[in-house]
């Protein structure tokens, strides 16, 4: 399934021109028009899915060896020490556009912090009862 009013179907599908660095029939990978980092990219499935929580498993199977591939091409080729796969999922994670799509980022030694969290403290108590609220709606 497309979705007419999706800007990544559309360039997913090659409706609108986009920097290229990889297609198949399932997916297209461009460079990221608003780079954290050069070389940014993002994963784009051809077909519509809003989230993770959408994606047909056989095409998420596809995507993190995908995004492997990509993250070794981007250390051949343009020297970056490591890279991260980041994927939003809602607005409250940072999702900007709702089409399924799995950031793949350079990481230069050196490089600005990104992708970084203050680790906090938590009573093992609350972690217990917390798992088990996650645990109960599986
Ligand atoms: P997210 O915040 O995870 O939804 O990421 C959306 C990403 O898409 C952002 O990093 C944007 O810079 C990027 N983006 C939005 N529109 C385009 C576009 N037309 N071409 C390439 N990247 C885009
Ligand atoms: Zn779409």
Redesign the pocket.
């Known amino acids: 399934m497309k979705d007419s009013n999706c800007?990544?179907c559309k360039?997913a599908n090659g409706e609108?021109p986009?920097s290229t660095v990889y297609e198949d029939q399932d997916f297209r990978v461009?460079?990221?028009?608003?780079?954290?980092a050069k070389g940014?990219a993002?994963i784009l499935p051809k077909e519509h899915f809003k989230d993770v929580c959408e994606l047909d498993e056989a095409v998420a199977a596809k995507v993190l060896p995908l995004g492997a591939k990509i993250g070794a091409a981007m250390k051949e080729a343009l020297g970056c020490a490591g890279f991260n796969l980041?994927?939003?999922n809602g607005v409250a994670a940072?999702?900007?556009?709702?089409h399924f799509?799995m950031?793949v980022i350079p990481r230069y030694e050196n490089g600005p912090e990104m992708v970084t969290w203050t680790p906090g403290k938590e009573d093992p108590e609350v972690l217990a009862q917390t798992a088990e609220r996650i645990k109960n709606a599986l």
């Open positions: 800007i990544f360039i609108i986009s461009i460079l990221d028009l608003g780079p954290a940014h993002l980041v994927q939003n940072g999702q900007t556009v709702f799509h950031h």
